[in-house]
């Protein structure tokens, strides 16, 4: 299963961005999807998830009501939009998923399929 990314780069804080997540061989938007993000010499740490069967969403409390997952069927791609950026959501970001229904997790070990990531780096 190969999960490729779009998206990231340089903002000023307080801006936005929209990171991507497509799938070319697999139906993405049938499955759970989890957003993830590492900073240097950490563990990646889950910040959004969705549940495709339900469309339930969670998010970390560090990017409630700042990021938005959300998902376009019909483009077999999911999103993840980055609002009200602060200096410290500068990280790599990461998308996964795991062919699971009725499913939406914030834990890395839970998820057997990535992104290859991409770097958001918010300037103060």
């Known amino acids: 299963l190969q999960v490729v990314q779009s998206g990231g780069g340089l903002v000023q804080s307080g801006g936005s961005l929209r990171l991507s997540c497509a799938a070319s061989d697999f139906t993405l938007g049938a499955h759970a999807i989890g957003w993830f993000r590492q900073f240097p010499g950490k563990d990646r740490e889950g910040v959004a998830c969705?549940?495709?069967?339900?469309?339930?969403?969670k998010y970390a409390d560090s990017v409630k009501g700042r990021f938005t997952i959300s998902r376009d069927i019909a483009n077999n791609t999911v999103y993840l939009e980055l609002k009200d950026l602060k200096p410290e959501d500068t990280a790599v970001y990461y998308c996964?998923?795991?062919?699971?229904?009725?499913?939406?997790?914030?834990?890395?070990?839970?998820?057997?399929?990535w992104g290859q990531g991409t770097q958001v780096t918010v300037s103060s």
């Open positions: 996964a998923t795991v062919l699971v229904f009725n499913y939406c997790s914030l834990l890395r070990s839970n998820y057997p399929y």
């Open positions: 969705l549940d495709n069967t339900s469309g339930d969403v």
